[in-house]
């Protein structure tokens, strides 16, 4: 496994799983690129593209994203070479959300206006956030 995969919680890592082995049998490898983030973490990639070099790539501070709580993974497909394959068709990323959106646990950031492709996330990451909010789960 990696340790993206292995950051996320419990009760979701074995979803992830499934799904990953689901698009492995359609032919579509893919692996898990960002998992569990530290609020700091994600800060850090809230500043990107507003108040430092590089382009925006989430709308989330830290506390407002599912990654905060172990309950989202991004993924990527790998290309023939076994390399990231991040500008792959996007009917490459259509089966992935199909697939994950059909599992109904898992919601997929590719139809978002702000296109997410490879986020995936368990719609439960609001409870936990409320939980985190209410200072009874602890969240580094």
Not at 71 to 92: E, F, K, T, V
């Amino acid at each position: 496994m990696n340790k993206a995969l292995d950051s996320l919680e419990p009760e979701f890592k074995p979803l992830i799983i499934a799904l990953l082995a689901e698009l492995k049998l359609r032919g579509i490898n893919c692996v898990v690129t960002s998992g569990r983030r530290t609020i700091d973490e994600q800060n850090k990639l809230y500043s990107q593209g507003r108040t430092t070099s590089g382009s925006v790539v989430t709308k989330a501070r830290g506390g407002e994203s599912p990654h905060n709580f172990g309950l989202a993974a991004d993924l990527c497909p790998l290309d023939s070479n076994g390399n990231l394959w991040w500008n792959c068709p996007d009917d490459i990323w259509q089966v992935i959300h199909n697939l994950a959106e059909e599992r109904g646990y898992l919601d997929s950031g590719y139809d978002w206006k702000f296109k997410d492709r490879p986020h995936l996330e368990d719609p439960r990451w609001k409870t936990a956030q409320a939980l985190w909010r209410e200072g009874k789960l602890i969240v580094s």
